[in-house]
């Protein structure tokens, strides 16, 4: 089974930046569509961003639009998510995930969630 794990969250204060991993143990990436998500305290998970398993399809949030972008490699069986311009209310723990065919944001759709990694945005 496919395993992800999320690494690189961290306390940044507003308006910084932070590039977050999440790495493939044991198996190709090639199959999948990844996702970011988000769960704030209190709040829903929700879909941050997604890219389509050859990295041609990028979807994002309106909320972090312009803002974050995300990428792939593929041979690193890696995907990345660079945050940038960083809010407080982009305060949660990030979530990668993993789906075949087509790219999307809703995480009923997803399956081999990672652990989680914290992101606190705060002065």
């Known amino acids: 089974q496919l395993q992800l794990v999320e690494s690189g969250g961290a306390l940044v204060q507003p308006g910084g930046s932070l590039r977050l991993s999440c790495a493939a143990s044991r198996f190709s990436l090639d199959y999948y569509a990844i996702g970011w998500f988000r769960q704030a305290p209190g709040k829903e998970r929700e879909g941050v961003s997604c890219?389509?398993?050859?990295?041609?399809?990028?979807n994002y949030a309106d909320s972090v639009k312009g803002r974050f972008t995300i990428s792939r490699d593929n041979a690193k069986k890696t995907v990345y998510l660079q945050m940038n311009s960083l809010k407080p209310e982009d305060t949660a723990i990030y979530y990668c995930?993993?789906?075949?065919?087509?790219?999307?944001?809703?995480?009923?759709?997803?399956?081999?969630w990672g652990q989680g990694t914290q992101v606190t945005v705060s002065s």
């Open positions: 890219i389509s398993r050859g990295g041609g399809t990028t």
């Open positions: 995930a993993a789906k075949t065919l087509f790219c999307g944001l809703e995480s009923r759709d997803f399956g081999s």
